[in-house]
């Protein structure tokens, strides 16, 4: 009796002794670096804080989504860097999942050469470090466009040039009144989806709901178009002279060579592992569904669309999420070609104004997290969303 | 009334003849096209001879679409790209824009490129300049490393590509004393080699290492050391002892959360700051140390992986044996797990190569760099397309062996159940 209660006791310590070893050389390791911290900032006159960030930054930034010259704070900077990397992430993932999805399908084609070509373009752009795509078209590929004199014109509304892309400017009068709108036919065509799988499952009837979900979403907006004082009108960019040799566009919107160069790279490569994914997803809805589903009478669409599609997207959400990380956090190699990131701006320009190494890389790597943390979370809920409900 | 019958096993005689000559028409146009710049349907109105070739593709296409048609080539065409409309019109246009690329590419490359030559007047044509490739070569291989001492980086290379070869070759037995030397004998002697400083070999400090041999330093160090490092902390994960489970899921979150170019950032300016006034760390360590934590996280949850796919049973019979822990995960546990993730841990090898590129951020410059340096040269302005498509296809080949070689080691270690 009082052996067995030595053992257990003694296998409690057991556990205990690499717990607390682990901990005090975590501890130890880390009062060390403070105090060298501590020491290091004293000897250079600097004292920790983030006060810093209600100063003047002083520097401009040269593509910025909100409001920002020289005289705004590195707050405002901070600010400026978040938004544009949020920004490339976006369209990044935008563009590469449609991409991704259009490649991973290519590949499962029973057309050999589609399926071919989609294979090359995933073994290609997957072997190439990311940095070396961005480098390609932003100093090799975009380099060659022509100059603003005789830039690609689409219509002479659009014209592509080496200092950028100039697009037109939406104007907008009443937006608040057209968003609101969107918004309403959005949530009419979520409750009209519900109320049909309610008919559906309880009923078995069949409500066109694709076509009703598309008029609502024309029709609404429409509807504000004609009646409630909406307009759009579009400032198209025009060609100006500044000198006789120099030219450039006004009006208009420019998208900036490094914003194009880095969406291009981003999204072309997060494409091939999306690719994989979806390729992945719907090999691993096994033969008997479809063939169950078409014993029961579906036709070849619903088929895709309530018994392949479900399946599939269960295996090939938790990888994509991944890749959508993966993608937000890559979007730093802007800082290469230098498109004003966070990074850039914030661990760069700022950093080297301000010496304040320790702040302003742990408010980096804390965006980071946070950014990589919501992503995850909001890919959770959806992945639970789909997930089986087993009833 | 017969002419636009449907093509079938009847009138495959008329039928197929007709639609292989319009489909052969169709390319013959196209390819004629692009590589002489001839139209052969120039003499039609502009719109038609455009679509001309798609049109008569199309057509043709359609009348050789016989299924059964108890031909066996044509049975095996029409089933892989000729299966309906959309499908022939995919192909149409996949073989179009094929040949249509072919010579624009061939006259880069090859045709229109310059070879000879050791500056920039020698590159005349519209093609690429390979002369900035040749002329450049040596630095992009050895960076600023300096000539005289190249040999050094050579021998080390050739070290370990014979210990390596001939480790194939020997008895089983003695296969372990080379795997031995290579990891722990082998690398802080190949760095001693470049390094120098001893033996009567000159210094080279680390700032001057670059080009491609860098890359292969830097990958060989890092996969060397975020191996066990990523098993520890897959293991630390799966504790039963919090406090360690806990500063494991800590540890890998944080470095999974965070992009590496941050991590180098970091290694290069915030680092310091935690060092005692006056000591000083090689960049180049530091970059590793950087790169190393980095991988091993991502690693860890790839073994992670492999772990929570082993049955219980595992572990239960390897207890019951009287297995300590350290024991049963070392030769029964990580075995089977690690043959399970072959593919994620070859994954992962292949993203620190391709992370590599990054430690520009630093200041250090291997590949990618070089050419960053050298297309900003004076002399060799506006080289930069012949330069990163160099280094596209020089890392392309090496990643895609890697990925192979993993694919063939997976295949080769399946064990069947």
Redesign the interface.
Same mark, same amino acid.
């Given at each position: 009796m009082n052996l067995k209660k030595l053992n257990i006791e003694n296998k409690k310590i057991r556990?205990l002794i690499?717990?607390?070893l $682990?901990?005090l050389a !975590?501890l130890s390791v880390i009062i060390y670096?403070a105090t060298?911290?501590q020491?290091?900032?004293g000897?250079r006159g600097i004292s920790f804080g983030f006060g810093f960030l209600n100063q003047e930054a002083s520097f401009d930034i040269t593509f910025s989504m909100i409001e920002y010259d020289g005289s705004h704070s590195y707050g405002r900077a901070f600010l400026v860097g978040l938004l544009n990397t949020i920004l490339v992430s976006v369209i990044g993932i935008f563009f590469a999942t449609i991409l991704g999805v259009i490649v991973g399908i290519s590949r499962l084609?029973?057309?050999?050469?589609?399926a071919k070509?989609a294979e090359w373009y995933v073994?290609?752009f997957?072997?190439?470090? #990311?940095? !070396?795509?961005i480098?390609?078209w932003y100093?090799?590929?975009l380099?060659?466009l022509p100059l603003p004199e005789n830039g690609i014109s689409f219509n002479d509304i659009s014209f592509l040039t080496i200092k950028g892309w100039y697009v037109p400017k939406f104007i907008w009068t009443n937006f608040n009144i057209f968003l609101l709108s969107i918004i309403a036919a959005l949530i009419a065509i979520y409750f009209l989806n519900s109320y049909a799988t309610k008919q559906r499952e309880q009923f078995g009837k069949q409500i066109p709901t694709t076509i009703i979900s598309l008029a609502t979403l024309i029709l609404i907006p429409l509807f504000t178009f004609l009646f409630l004082g909406v307009s759009l009108s579009f400032e198209y960019p025009v060609l100006k002279q500044l000198s006789p040799t120099v030219f450039t566009y006004a009006g208009g919107v420019s998208i900036i060579p490094e914003l194009i160069a880095l969406a291009l790279a981003l999204s072309m490569y997060t494409a091939t592992f999306i690719a994989e994914n979806v390729r992945a997803g719907i090999l691993g809805v096994g033969k008997g569904q479809k063939e169950a589903a078409a014993s029961i009478g579906l036709n070849k669409n619903q088929i895709l669309k309530l018994v392949v599609m479900p399946q599939a997207l269960r295996i090939i959400i938790p990888p994509t999420t991944n890749q959508y990380l993966n993608l937000t956090?890559?979007s730093?190699?802007a800082?290469?070609i230098a498109y004003p990131d966070i990074?850039l701006v914030f661990?760069g320009t700022a #950093?080297m104004q301000t010496g304040r190494?320790?702040e302003i890389?742990s408010i *980096?790597?804390l965006t980071?997290?946070t950014l990589?943390?919501s992503i995850s979370i909001f890919m959770n809920w959806y992945n639970k969303k789909m997930a089986i409900k087993e009833k | 009334m017969n002419l636009i019958a449907k093509p079938s096993k009847e009138n495959i005689k008329t039928y197929v003849p007709i639609g292989l000559f319009l489909v052969s028409l169709s390319f013959l146009d196209v390819f004629i096209n692009a590589f002489f710049n001839f139209n052969l349907m120039g003499f039609l109105p502009s719109q038609l001879s455009y679509f001309l070739p798609l049109i008569l593709g199309f057509i043709g296409f359609y009348l050789i679409r016989i299924e059964f048609s108890g031909v066996r080539s044509l049975d095996v065409l029409n089933?892989?790209?000729n299966?309906n409309n959309f499908?022939a019109l995919? *192909?149409l246009f $996949?073989?179009f824009i094929i040949i249509k690329s072919i010579p624009p590419m061939l006259d880069w490359f090859i045709l229109e490129a310059n070879f000879a030559g050791n500056s920039k007047d020698d590159c005349t044509g519209n093609g690429a300049c390979w002369v900035f490739i040749k002329v450049w070569f040596n630095r992009f291989m050895y960076g600023l490393y300096p000539d005289a001492e190249q040999w050094r980086i050579n021998t080390a290379f050739l070290i370990l590509f014979a210990v390596v070869g001939v480790s194939f070759f020997v008895a089983e037995k003695l296969k372990k004393y080379f795997i031995l030397f290579l990891v722990f004998v082998f690398p802080f002697l190949g760095i001693k080699l470049i390094s120098g400083g001893s033996f009567g070999l000159e210094y080279v400090e680390s700032a001057a290492w670059g080009g491609l041999s860098l890359t292969f330093i830097i990958s060989a160090f890092a996969i060397l050391f975020c191996f066990p490092i990523g098993v520890i902390l897959a293991l630390g994960r799966r504790s039963?002892?919090?406090? %360690?489970k806990y500063?494991s899921i800590g540890f890998i979150e944080?470095w999974?959360?965070?992009?590496?170019? $941050?991590v180098l950032? @970091?290694s290069a300016?915030?680092f310091p @700051?935690? !060092?005692?006034?006056g000591t000083f760390i090689d960049k180049l360590i530091r970059v590793l140390i950087a790169i190393t934590l980095f991988e091993a996280a991502y690693m860890a949850e790839v073994v992670r992986g492999g772990l929570q796919a082993l049955p219980k049973g595992q572990y239960e019979a390897a207890k019951s044996l009287g297995m300590g822990y350290w024991r049963m995960n070392a030769l029964i546990i990580l075995p089977q797990a690690l043959k399970l993730v072959i593919p994620g841990i070859a994954n992962t090898l #292949?993203a620190l190569?391709?992370? $590599?590129? !990054?430690i520009?951020?630093v200041g250090l410059m291997e590949l990618?760099g070089m %050419?960053?340096l050298a297309?900003t040269n004076p002399k060799w302005l506006g080289m930069?397309?012949e330069g990163?498509?160099f280094?596209?296809l020089v890392?392309?080949v090496i990643?895609?062996a890697m990925?192979r070689y993993s694919q063939n080691l997976e295949k080769k270690l399946s064990t069947e159940r």
């Open positions: 556990n690499p717990q607390a $682990t901990v !975590l670096f060298n911290a020491i290091n900032m000897n084609s029973d057309n050999y050469l589609i070509v073994e290609i997957r072997n190439i470090p #990311l940095i !070396l795509q480098f390609f100093f090799a590929a380099r060659a956090k890559n730093s190699l800082a290469a990074v661990a #950093l190494a320790i890389i *980096t790597m980071y997290l990589s943390i | 089933k892989n790209i299966s499908n995919l *192909t $996949t073989i039963s002892l919090p406090a %360690i500063i944080l999974r959360g965070v992009p590496l170019i $941050t950032f @970091m300016v915030m @700051m935690f !060092l005692p006034d #292949l190569v391709k992370d $590599t590129p !990054l520009f951020v990618a %050419i960053g297309k930069a397309m990163y498509v280094a596209g890392f392309w990643c895609y990925s």
